[in-house]
C-alpha cells in the first residue's frame, strides 16, 4: 500500500458532520470504491454547518497523474446532483469537448446503468447532461469560456486540469461562474489538478493562496512528492504517490519515468511545477506581428479560411491578402457559436472573388466541407498543402513576415496554442490539446495558406474574332 503522506491538507474538523460517506458510498456503487486519499478528500470537502451548509467554499485539490482525480470529481458531482432539488452540477476541464467526453465516458454510462429509469441522459453534442426529473436536478459539463454559463445558476461548479488555463482564460472562466453562484447559499467550487508548468501562473496562485490558509473557507488537499526533494529519485516520487498499491503498481510509475520528458515526469507524477514549457511565439514577436493598424490594399486579392473549435462551441472565418507593401495580412471576418451561420455567410461573401475558400476537411469543421450547398465555394487542402502552409505561417510569424490584424479572441488563442508533429509533414496545430479554442489561429492559417501557396485561378477563356 501506498506510503504517502499529503503535502498540505486542511484536517478534518470534527465538530462539523460530513456527507463524506454518503459520497463515498455513491462512488463505490458506481464501482470507484474510494482509496484513502479519496475518502479523506471526500471528509474534509463535504463538511456541513449547523445550518447544513458546506463549510468550505472553494476546495483545491492537487494529485498526481492516476490518482484518481477525476473519478473523485464525478461522483462529488453526482452526489451533489441526487441531493440537491432543483439543483444545477456543472463540470468543465481544458475544453469542452474535453469536458463532454470525460462526463460521458466517465459519468453518463455508469449512472444510466445503476440509477435507471430514475435519470436521463442526453448525449448531444450541444445539449449533454444528466437530468432527475423527479427533483428537477441537473449535472451538466460545459466549456471553460467566460460566455458558456451565462444566464444560468450553480450549486456546484468542478474544474478539472485548471493548470493548463492561462490567466486569461482562468480569470473569464471565474467571471462566468461566480454570477451563478450568487443566489445558491450552499455554493461550491471544487478544482482538481496536478501541478503546472512555466505558464500555469493562474493555477499556482489558487494553490500558494489555499496553502497559505488566507480563507478559512478554503480547503487544501495536497499530495506529492515533499518540497524540495529531487523528482528524478523515482523510489521517492513512488513512496510519495497516493494511490501506489491501490490502483496502480510501482512498476507503472517507473515506466512513466522512462518514456516522458524528465521535466514532464515531475509535473505529472511527482506533482511538482516545472519551468519547461515555452509559448510557441514570445509576447515580443506577438507584439511585431498584432497590430491595429493592418491592413490590406483596396484591391488586393483575397482568400478566406474556416475554423471549427475542437469542441464545436464556435466558427471562424479569416481573411488574407497583401498589404499595399506586399506583405501578407490576415484578419477575422466573423466569428460566431456553432457551425449552422456559415454557409450563408460564405455566399455573402462571394461578391469578393476569392481566390479560395479552405477548410480542412480532417477538422471539427468537416461538416462545412461536406456541406453541399457550398460544393462550388470551399476547398480542402492535402495534408501537404496544409503542412506547408502551416510551416510557412510560423516562420512568417517568427520572422515578422506576416501582420495579423488585432482580434480580441484571436490574441487570446495564442496563450493556449500547442503544436503537434504529424509523420514527416513536420508541426501542425493541435487542436485536441491547446488551451481551449484555436479556431482563430487555424481560419487565419488556412487563409494565409490560400494565398500564400496556391496559384491564382487561371483566366477564363477570351475569344477574339475580327
Request: hydrophobic fraction near 40%; charged fraction near 20%.
Amino acid at each position: 500500500m501506498s506510503e504517502a503522506v499529503p503535502r498540505f491538507h486542511t484536517p478534518r474538523d470534527y465538530r462539523r458532520r460530513t456527507l463524506g460517506a454518503k459520497a463515498a458510498k455513491l462512488s463505490a456503487m458506481m464501482g470507484r470504491a474510494c482509496m484513502p486519499w479519496q475518502r479523506q478528500a471526500l471528509d474534509v470537502a463535504l463538511e456541513v454547518d449547523d445550518r447544513g451548509r458546506f463549510h468550505y467554499k472553494t476546495v483545491v485539490i492537487t494529485v498526481p497523474r492516476q490518482s484518481g482525480k477525476t473519478a473523485l470529481v464525478l461522483a462529488a458531482g453526482l452526489h451533489r446532483t441526487l441531493i440537491t432539488p432543483n439543483g444545477k452540477v456543472w463540470y468543465t476541464a481544458q475544453t469542452g469537448q474535453i469536458a463532454r467526453e470525460r462526463f460521458l465516458e466517465d459519468m453518463a454510462v455508469d449512472a444510466e446503468r445503476l440509477l435507471s429509469p430514475t435519470v436521463a441522459v442526453k448525449r448531444g453534442a450541444g445539449d449533454t447532461r444528466l437530468i432527475f426529473p423527479a427533483i428537477h436536478s441537473q449535472f451538466r459539463p460545459h466549456p471553460p469560456t467566460d460566455t458558456s454559463l451565462h444566464s444560468e445558476q450553480s450549486d456546484l461548479n468542478l474544474i478539472d486540469e485548471p493548470w493548463a488555463f492561462s490567466e486569461v482564460q482562468g480569470d473569464g472562466l471565474i467571471q462566468a461562474i461566480q454570477p451563478t453562484q450568487n443566489t445558491r447559499p450552499n455554493a461550491q467550487t471544487i478544482y482538481l489538478s496536478t501541478m503546472g508548468d512555466a505558464r500555469s501562473t493562474w493555477w499556482h496562485a489558487i494553490v500558494d493562496a489555499a496553502r497559505a490558509a488566507e480563507d478559512p473557507h478554503t480547503a487544501i488537499i495536497d499530495w506529492g512528492l515533499p518540497e524540495g526533494h529531487d523528482p528524478s529519485d523515482i523510489e521517492a516520487v513512488i513512496r510519495a504517490h497516493p494511490a501506489v498499491g491501490h490502483t496502480i503498481e510501482p512498476e507503472t510509475v517507473r515506466t512513466a519515468a522512462g518514456r516522458m520528458k524528465p521535466a514532464e515526469f515531475a509535473r505529472a507524477y511527482a506533482n511538482v511545477r516545472t519551468q519547461t514549457r515555452v509559448a510557441v511565439f514570445s509576447s515580443d514577436v506577438l507584439a511585431r506581428v498584432l497590430t491595429e493598424t493592418a491592413t490590406m490594399a483596396p484591391a488586393a486579392e483575397v482568400a478566406f479560411g474556416v475554423a471549427t473549435a475542437f469542441d464545436r462551441s464556435i466558427s471562424v472565418i479569416a481573411a488574407a491578402g497583401e498589404a499595399a507593401d506586399g506583405t501578407p495580412v490576415c484578419e477575422i471576418v466573423d466569428a460566431r457559436p456553432g457551425t449552422g451561420w456559415v454557409a450563408d455567410r460564405l455566399t455573402e461573401l462571394q461578391r469578393h472573388h476569392p481566390r479560395a475558400t479552405l477548410v480542412d476537411a480532417r477538422s471539427p469543421a468537416s461538416t462545412i466541407a461536406t456541406d453541399p450547398a457550398l460544393t462550388e465555394i470551399i476547398s480542402t487542402p492535402a495534408s501537404a498543402e496544409l503542412a506547408g502552409g502551416t510551416g510557412l505561417f510560423l516562420d512568417s510569424i517568427n520572422r515578422a513576415e506576416l501582420r495579423l490584424r488585432y482580434d480580441r479572441d484571436l490574441a487570446r488563442s495564442f496563450d493556449g496554442l500547442t503544436l503537434k508533429f504529424v509523420g514527416d509533414l513536420g508541426q501542425m496545430l493541435d487542436r485536441k490539446h491547446s488551451s481551449g479554442s484555436i479556431a482563430h489561429i487555424e481560419a487565419c492559417l488556412l487563409a494565409f495558406t490560400a494565398i500564400a501557396q496556391r496559384p491564382a485561378p487561371a483566366p477564363t477563356p477570351e475569344i477574339w474574332t475580327c
